[in-house]
């Protein structure tokens, strides 16, 4: 698939191909635009849950300016750092590919936690209204290695299985700009591989499903659980695709899986901070969720970045009637009885 919608002399000015599109001459591949599209859907879904949780939405938008270009430093960073076919001298080659999604959210998390300190907003509170959402970011994400044609499983031979999406069609010049990974599907060379990418979508998205309805619900102490429990299913998810995936697209240096290795970490260190969260809330509050000696909601406080910013009435906030109404001037004023309006005569 390739059609050039306006051309110049210098090439065309939009055009839309297998991996891309091309704007003004600039070429935009579908994996910058997929894993762009998760970015903004993860921080239309957090200001949504901050909201619902008790915290002014406005802290996405300042979170949101300093963990994405942090998070994609340290995503090449750590690609590079692993990924034997690059090296630390091909660092700002950005578009030659080459983003760990384990760097990426190790580095925007450790930026959230430094924005959070400086404005003194609740780390892990403000982390479990995020953090769960990086989920369906990484699941949207994961289509963009579909038009890449990467990120698949072992060759299926048998033709019953060779139907989409349990499997995808990779065709010998997948790197090429004109085939990509849709190409797969016209090109007769192409092989059949497990959808690898599919199958890591479908479970990013369960696991998004559970621990934002989880968010949405829950409002007991300790903060910081659902963000742990996002390590967990995530480092679970990954450590069991990696060995799966074709040798290709496994970061491995020095003879050690570093993919798998940190995704084992982070389930394990996730279950540890579950555990670790559940034990300090127990010697404080007397009990493992809530509190049996005083305030049983995390939640409660109002929390904003911003010095002086009053809570607002909001019909989403889980504490109902009892969150804060808007300011006496907010307020529609009604006339006075007798005055139009429907006053009694």
Aim: net charge neutral; aromatic share 14%.
């Amino acid at each position: 698939m390739n059609s050039s919608l306006l051309a110049s002399s210098d090439g065309p000015l939009f055009d839309i191909a297998n991996r891309g599109v091309t704007i003004f001459g600039l070429e935009i591949y579908w994996y910058a635009i997929c894993i762009v599209c998760g970015m903004i859907g993860a921080a239309v879904l957090s200001a949504l849950l901050m909201k619902r949780r008790n915290m002014s939405p406005d802290l996405i938008y300042l979170l949101f300016v300093v963990c994405i270009p942090t998070a994609i430093v340290c995503a090449r960073l750590f690609s590079c750092l692993t990924d034997p076919n690059l090296g630390i001298q091909a660092f700002f080659d950005f578009r030659e590919g080459g983003l760990s999604v384990t760097g990426g959210v190790l580095g925007g998390v450790f930026a959230g936690f430094v924005v959070c300190r400086i404005r003194k907003v609740s780390f892990l509170r403000a982390a479990d209204c995020v953090v769960v959402n990086i989920l369906i970011a990484q699941a949207l994400g994961r289509w963009g290695n579909f038009f890449n044609g990467e990120v698949h499983g072992a060759k299926v031979t048998d033709p019953a299985l060779q139907w989409f999406p349990l499997a995808v069609p990779i065709s010998p010049s997948h790197y090429n700009w004109e085939v990509g990974g849709i190409g797969g599907f016209s090109d007769p060379a192409a092989t059949w591989h497990y959808a690898f990418f599919f199958y890591e979508s479908v479970a990013n998205l369960i696991g998004w499903a559970i621990l934002f309805t989880l968010a949405w619900k829950m409002k007991k102490k300790p903060n910081g659980v659902l963000t742990c429990a996002y390590f967990v299913w995530y480092g679970l998810v990954r450590a069991i695709m990696e060995p799966l995936r074709d040798p290709e697209f496994i970061l491995s240096k020095g003879d050690i899986m570093w993919s798998e290795v940190f995704a084992i970490l982070m389930c394990g260190l996730g279950i540890c901070a579950i555990l670790l969260l559940c034990i300090l809330n127990f010697c404080k509050e007397k009990a493992f969720f809530g509190s049996r000696v005083g305030e049983p909601c995390g939640i409660r406080t109002y929390m904003t970045p911003y010095k002086d910013d009053p809570p607002y009435f909001s019909t989403i906030n889980m504490f109902g009637a009892e969150y804060p109404p808007a300011p006496q001037k907010e307020k529609k004023q009604q006339p006075p009885e007798g005055e139009g309006g429907g006053g009694k005569e």
